[in-house]
């Protein structure tokens, strides 16, 4: 059974850093791209970053990009999200997500059902 597990959020000041991890069991997703998504109270969920298989290919949202850095783990089956220069509209319940077929981009591009997801983790920022 495929389990993500996201650990890191929490409670942060306008300015401030937050690293995001996702540890994947139950398969290997070393060929298989992973990302980041969020949502906001009385939000749609959006995209947040994404990282290919290959590790190359990487995609922000326009909202995070030059703030969030996508990396992974490959042997260890984790994904992170570094968040510096934190905004309170950043403030929502992160999710981590991995693409159900391999050498993907990341971005569940072929609908939310193409990917696995964790139960979220909240972070809050403060203004």
């Known amino acids: 059974q495929v389990q993500l597990v996201e650990s890191g959020g929490g409670l942060v000041q306008t300015g401030g850093s937050l690293r995001l991890s996702c540890g994947a069991s139950g398969q290997s997703f070393g060929a298989h791209g992973m990302g980041w998504f969020r949502q906001a109270p009385e939000k749609d969920r959006e995209f947040v970053a994404a990282i290919g298989w290959s590790r190359t290919n990487i995609n922000y949202a326009d909202s995070v990009k030059d703030r969030f850095t996508i990396s992974r783990d490959i042997p260890e089956n984790t994904v992170y999200l570094q968040m510096n220069r934190l905004k309170p509209e950043d403030t929502a319940i992160y999710y981590c997500?991995?693409?159900?077929?391999?050498?993907?981009?990341?971005?569940?591009?072929?609908?939310?059902?193409?990917?696995?997801w964790g139960r979220g983790t909240q972070v809050t920022v403060s203004s």
């Open positions: 997500t991995a693409e159900k077929e391999p050498l993907g981009t990341g971005t569940c591009g072929s609908g939310l059902d193409s990917c696995f």
